[in-house]
């Protein structure tokens, strides 16, 4: 999924991480499709398919994080 760049406005903005970037990104995107199954636009077979796009994406995101920086979890 690409990333979207905002206009700033002139008022204060919070620094993040790229971490807290990507996990706010990803609860930003699942109240988006639960507000799509809240208002009946998406069924529960569906809702449950998107979420699980989601949350592939985010470990995708996440893993290739981790190889950039060259750290390796120990398994």
């Known amino acids: 999924m690409k990333r979207r760049e905002f206009i700033y406005d002139g008022e204060s903005v919070l620094k993040m991480t790229e971490q807290e970037y990507t996990a706010f990104y990803l609860q930003f995107e699942k109240s988006i499709v639960a507000s799509l199954k809240k208002r ?34 120990a398994v």
């Open 40 to 73: 009946e636009l998406l069924t529960d077979l569906q809702y449950e398919h998107c979420i699980e796009e989601i949350e592939k994406q985010y470990n995708n995101n996440i893993n290739t994080a981790i190889a950039a920086s060259g750290f390796e979890q």
